[in-house]
């Protein structure tokens, strides 16, 4: 529903013209960064590791989380800063028929939205441990302090910024989605570290098991990055109205 009423938000302060298609054209590299990120494998390859060193030795089990949050920082650090300096290239590939003024507006919204994926794949592994204590309640809470940080965004954020607001939003979403999951663990009595990262057993289960399913969010977001691309070559718009359709749909 909170989907559905920031949809209406973008609709109603934008309308369907290429200010919105620079926002969701500039998403199509943070979301896949996403989903080689764990984002949509996070708890599903993460979770059944988890428990099963939690059987064993819960000390085992939390040193498995904060090698795996210390892994993830470095991996995806290095990988937030390549693509901060090839985002320009990247785009001329993704988004051909935007003008250089256009394109360099959805270069500056992606540099910000690089934030977004760091925090969400954070909190997608933190996610494991408060599902394995059966916290639900702050699982499913994380989501909708999502679309809040957007929706402040464009409530907020884009009166005084321009279309630049509706970036920081996203990056607002993504860190009370994390916030919301490490408030939950720290009650757990769970303080997760840093160091570094060590490729043992339980990082090798954990990858193995994801891959299957990264695989397959990488090539469906490689599949809406081209139908992206070919948006961008037609009336100013056409992103927006297929992105918007595409979320009635997954309603």
């Known amino acids: 529903l909170l989907g559905i009423l920031r949809n209406r938000l973008l609709a109603s302060h934008f309308g369907a013209g290429r200010e919105l298609d620079i926002y ?3 998403f199509q590299i943070p979301d896949f960064m996403s989903a080689i990120f764990l984002l949509g494998a996070g708890s599903a390859a993460i979770l059944p590791v988890f428990q099963e060193y939690l059987k064993d030795n819960k000390s085992r089990a939390y040193d498995l989380i904060s090698n795996l949050q210390s892994g993830f920082l470095f991996a995806s650090g290095i990988i937030a800063v390549i693509i901060f300096f090839l985002a320009p290239l990247f785009l001329y590939i993704t988004v051909p028929g935007f003008s250089d003024s256009e394109r360099n507006l959805t270069v500056l919204l992606t540099r910000i939205m690089l934030l977004s994926p760091i925090f969400l794949g954070l909190s997608s592994i933190f ?3 408060i599902q394995s ?12 302090f999502y ?12 009166p005084l910024f321009g279309v630049i607001g509706l970036g920081m939003g996203v990056v607002l979403g993504a860190l009370l989605h994390w916030l919301i999951q490490l408030i939950s663990i720290s009650q757990i009595g769970f303080r ?6 060590r490729i043992n057993i339980g990082m090798k289960k954990v990858l193995s098991l994801s891959f299957p ?3 397959s969010l990488s090539l469906m977001q490689i ?10 070559t037609l009336h100013a718009g056409s992103i927006a109205v297929f992105q918007l359709s595409q979320d009635l749909y997954f309603v």
């Open 24 to 26: 969701y054209a500039a």
């Open 127 to 129: 996610s494991s441990v």
């Open 133 to 144: 204590f059966q916290r639900f309640f702050a699982y499913a809470l994380a989501p909708i």
């Open 147 to 158: 679309n809040v940080g957007i929706i402040m965004g464009i409530l907020i954020f884009v």
């Open 192 to 197: 997760p570290h840093l160091f570094i990262p």
């Open 213 to 215: 399913r990264v695989l």
């Open 223 to 232: 599949t809406l990055i081209i139908l992206m691309a070919l948006g961008s």
